[in-house]
């Protein structure tokens, strides 16, 4: 009998070392005030777009395909990193983020376009709309964290989104090792 591997893997806009260090920035100032929780390290920063989970690795050079095509039908956008929030809500936090505080059209329509070419390649819909977002930490167990976000300076950073990444991901007991499969230029 074969075995087939897998590999678990995500699309994800990359971070440049400037925008990654001013997040870091802006996560210690929530730091201490949140407890039980595993901090995303600098170096692993990143802007998610769709998590796929493990998939096997016949499926790597169509979602390569679909990457390149999705990311040649756009131009480079910019995306305010300007609020907190957390998921599923910062009454129950299980993950916290930084994020636009205002949708991003180009975002949503990148978002779509792998959506949809996912879906052909026979994933399950996303039950929820992308929501463009930098992990900061993810915690133990559910936290309120709505009085911490509240009093917390709202950050004002923006980056450039001119490329689109299909990365891999290696759970480890230190944090996830992430590694680059493939990259693409928005805009071609």
């Given at each position: 009998m074969a075995i087939i591997a897998s590999v678990r893997l995500f699309y994800c806009?990359?971070?440049g070392d400037d925008v990654r260090a001013s997040v870091a920035r802006s996560a210690r100032s929530?730091?201490?005030r949140i407890?039980?929780?595993t901090w995303v390290a600098p170096g692993s920063l990143h802007i998610t777009?769709?998590?796929?989970g493990e998939v096997g690795e016949e499926l790597v050079p169509p979602l390569a395909k679909l990457g390149a095509e999705a990311s040649s039908q756009l131009t480079p956008f910019e995306l305010r990193l300007d609020r907190f929030g957390a998921f599923p809500s910062p009454a129950r936090a299980r993950v916290l983020w930084i994020g636009p505080a205002v949708d991003s059209a180009p975002f949503a329509a990148l978002a779509q376009r792998?959506?949809?070419g996912v879906q052909a390649l026979?994933?399950?819909?996303e039950r929820k709309p992308a929501h463009p977002h930098v992990t900061l930490a993810r915690l133990r167990v559910p936290q309120d964290l709505a009085p911490v976000l509240?009093?917390?300076p709202p950050p004002d950073l923006a980056t450039v989104v001119d490329g689109l990444t299909l990365m891999g991901s290696e759970l480890r007991p230190q944090g996830p090792l992430y590694t680059p499969l493939a990259r693409w230029t928005v805009g071609g």
């Amino acid at each position: 009998m074969a075995i087939i591997a897998s590999v678990r893997l995500f699309y994800c806009m990359e971070l440049g070392d400037d925008v990654r260090a001013s997040v870091a920035r802006s996560a210690r100032s929530l730091q201490a005030r949140i407890r039980g929780g595993t901090w995303v390290a600098p170096g692993s920063l990143h802007i998610t777009l769709r998590f796929l989970g493990e998939v096997g690795e016949e499926l790597v050079p169509p979602l390569a395909k679909l990457g390149a095509e999705a990311s040649s039908q756009l131009t480079p956008f910019e995306l305010r990193l300007d609020r907190f929030g957390a998921f599923p809500s910062p009454a129950r936090a299980r993950v916290l983020w930084i994020g636009p505080a205002v949708d991003s059209a180009p975002f949503a329509a990148l978002a779509q376009r792998i959506e949809e070419g996912v879906q052909a390649l026979g994933f399950p819909p996303e039950r929820k709309p992308a929501h463009p977002h930098v992990t900061l930490a993810r915690l133990r167990v559910p936290q309120d964290l709505a009085p911490v976000l509240a009093g917390a300076p709202p950050p004002d950073l923006a980056t450039v989104v001119d490329g689109l990444t299909l990365m891999g991901s290696e759970l480890r007991p230190q944090g996830p090792l992430y590694t680059p499969l493939a990259r693409w230029t928005v805009g071609g």
